[in-house]
Nanobody, 124 residues
Framework: VQLQASGGGLVQAGESLRLSCAAS????????MGWFRQAPGKEREFVAV????????EYRDSVKGRFTISRDNAKNTIYLQMNSLKPEDTAVYYC??????????????????WGQGTQVTVSS
């Protein structure tokens, strides 16, 4: 499956952005989908994950209550609604697809396919 992330940009602290990730090539609903991010000089980290049906989600603690992951299987797209953005959210955001529905959804190695990343910059 091919993944294309978009929607990043430069915003001020407290503002919102919505990221999108469009998939093509295979049956989209076969994949658990996740968002990761990588800040300059840091390792890539888990942000959020959504189950194949969209009925289950998980988030890293620092984004709970501010970020919402969702998916539209009819449009082969997932979204990450990011509200109340903070400067520490600045990173390149990546979407990823997991064909095996791993329990270790927070690990990069659980994902088979990755998008190219979209830059999110939050100024203070």
């Amino acid at each position: 499956v091919q993944l294309q992330a978009s929607g990043g940009g430069l915003v001020q602290a407290g503002e919102s952005l919505r990221l999108s990730c469009a998939a093509s090539g295979r049956t989209f609903s076969d994949y658990v989908m996740g968002w990761f991010r990588q800040a300059p000089g840091k390792e890539r980290e888990f942000v959020a994950v959504i189950s194949r049906s969209g009925g289950g989600t998980e988030y890293r603690d620092s984004v709970k209550g501010r970020f919402t992951i969702s998916r539209d299987n009819a449009k082969n797209t997932i979204y990450l609604q990011m509200n109340s953005l903070k400067p520490e959210d600045t990173a390149v955001y990546y979407c990823a697809a997991d064909a095996r529905s791993s329990n270790t959804f927070y690990r990069e190695t659980s994902y088979n396919f990755w998008g190219q990343g979209t830059q999110v910059t939050v100024s203070s």
